[in-house]
């Protein structure tokens, strides 16, 4: 394979990816919780952290590490994957929309947490609201 054709192969991917991870569908099952963005921040190990709170869901993360930008975790989201996170996170405040996340109810714990690490509990998916 010559080069230009590799990198434009690993460009593609670069935007593909990120839009494959977010994209809605029915394929998803497992426990979700869904609230607004109160809060989010960067932490000195990479870890991205987000306060999302709903009252009428119940929904209340309180400073929860979603993913670490700085390597890839074991369960969890890769690096790159983990930056979409934080740039959908943002906007998610910025705007004021609601988030979705989505675990893996084997692991799952609860949607009212503070300070933990959610990737260790089956977070996979991700969804920025349309309202």
Sequence with gaps: MNSKLRQYILKA??????GLLFASGAAYSGTECTG???TVEI????????????SGSGTNF???ALCRI????????KQESCKAAFSLLTTAHATGKSV???????KFSSCSQSWGEIWSQGF?????KES
């Design 124 to 128: 996979y998916h991700l969804r920025l």
């Design 62 to 64: 309180h400073s929860v």
């Design 100 to 106: 979705t996340l989505w675990f893996s109810e084997d």
């Design 70 to 77: 700085t390597e890839d975790l074991e369960g969890g989201f």
């Design 43 to 54: 932490a000195l190990n990479g870890n991205v952290n987000a306060s999302i709170k709903d």
């Design 36 to 38: 607004k963005v109160t």
């Design 13 to 18: 991917g670069r935007v593909i990816l990120p």
